[in-house]
T-cell receptor, first 116, second 110 residues
Framework: NAGVMQNPRHLVRRRGQEARLRCSPMKGHSHVYWYRQLPEEGLKFMVYLQKENIIDESGMPKERFSAEFPKEGPSILRIQQVVRGDSAAYFC??????????????FGSGTRLTVV | DAKTTQPTSMDCAEGRAANLPCNHSTISGNEYVYWYRQIHSQGPQYIIHGLKNNETNEMASLIITEDRKSSTLILPHATLRDTAVYYCIVRGGSARQLTFGSGTQLTVLP
């Protein structure tokens, strides 16, 4: 049973370009979460999605960032017009439906974004 | 979610038990205590969670005080591969996201 798959593992973008980060949840998981970890800092929650719905985007920057989790395919975190401050590790996690807060959820290995 | 307080860093000798403390004095009745760890540059790894009772699994034990204001994660026989940042997180009710603090950097020494 494959874990949470994130790609690419490393992504280099020039300032002003777009970055697209993909996350395929574990089989049977319908809840996806995105977190960002800036260098030498802890993980910060960004957004929580279910299939075709954004449930909580309270941690998302107001501009340039968007996320989706379509009915088919992976969840996508999109960063438009990247700036150097967007350089970070972006982690995706998934959980099964209906489990509530009882169980922890599974993280992927992350995408390291470097903006040059 | 309740705020947690952990020591910034700890050392432990290989083969000995590692005891990582966490204070969560403002925890409410429906909030669980979770422990995750992050080995350098990897995604966080779930370790264990508990509500009131002590818990044990193949990775660790979790001891929660009777008043639930603090807990201790115990790695019974630490190995070099247990060197990581350990996060104590309190989460409950309908909250889905985890709020990570600064964690404890555990270094297992040979």
């Amino acid at each position: 049973n494959a874990g949470v798959m994130q790609n690419p593992r490393h992504l280099v973008r020039r300032r002003g370009q777009e970055a697209r980060l993909r996350c395929s949840p574990m089989k049977g998981h319908s809840h996806v979460y995105w977190y960002r970890q800036l260098p030498e800092e802890g993980l910060k929650f960004m957004v929580y999605l279910q299939k075709e719905n954004i449930i909580d985007e309270s941690g998302m920057p107001k501009e340039r960032f968007s996320a989706e989790f379509p009915k088919e395919g992976p969840s996508i975190l999109r960063i438009q017009q990247v700036v150097r401050g967007d350089s970070a590790a972006y982690f995706c996690a998934s959980s099964p439906p209906g489990q509530g807060p009882i169980y922890g959820y599974t993280f992927g290995s992350g995408t390291r974004l470097t903006v040059v | 979610d309740a705020k947690t307080t952990q020591p910034t860093s700890m050392d432990c000798a290989e083969g000995r038990a590692a005891n990582l403390p966490c204070n969560h004095s403002t925890i409410s009745g429906n909030e669980y205590v979770y422990w995750y760890r992050q080995i350098h540059s990897q995604g966080p790894q779930y370790i264990i969670h508990g509500l009131k009772n002590n818990e044990t699994n193949e990775m660790a034990s979790l001891i929660i005080t009777e008043d639930r204001k603090s807990s201790t994660l115990i790695l019974p026989h630490a190995t070099l591969r247990d060197t990581a940042v350990y996060y104590c997180i309190v989460r409950g009710g309908s909250a889905r996201q985890l709020t990570f603090g600064s964690g404890t950097q555990l270094t297992v020494l040979p």
